[in-house]
C-alpha cells in the first residue's frame, strides 16, 4: 500500500472552484484508476481554502501512473493559478 496526502492552500476568491474541481478529479481518479481505492478530500470547516488529500495506491508506480494520468494533468493545469501553497508527502506500510 502506498499513501500520499496532500495539503492545498488556495486562494480565498478560487475556494468554491478549487472545490468543485478537486472532488471532480477524486471521482476520476476513483473511477479510471484501478490501483487507486481511496481519495478523500477533506476541507477545513474554519478555514475553506485550506484542503487535505489521503489518497491510497497500490503501489509506487500506481501512484506514478495516476501523476501521467490525462485527468491528473487536466487538474494541474486548471487549479495550478489558484494555489498558494501544496505539501505532499508519500507513506508506505510495512
Not at 478530500?41 to 501512473?65: G, K, N, S, T, W
Not at 491528473?72 to 487549479?79: I, N, P, S
Amino acid at each position: 500500500m502506498f499513501v500520499v496526502t496532500v495539503i492545498f492552500e488556495v486562494q480565498a476568491s478560487a475556494a468554491d472552484a478549487f472545490r468543485s474541481a478537486v472532488l471532480q478529479q477524486a471521482e476520476n481518479s476513483l473511477t479510471r484508476e484501478k490501483a487507486c481505492s481511496r481519495f478523500d478530500v477533506c476541507f477545513d470547516p474554519q478555514r475553506p481554502e485550506r484542503v487535505f488529500l489521503y489518497e491510497i495506491y497500490d503501489d509506487r508506480a500506481a501512484f506514478d501512473e495516476h501523476l501521467a494520468s490525462d485527468h491528473f494533468a487536466d487538474f494541474d493545469r486548471r487549479v495550478a493559478p489558484w494555489v498558494v501553497d501544496k505539501t505532499v508527502n508519500t507513506w508506505v506500510q510495512s
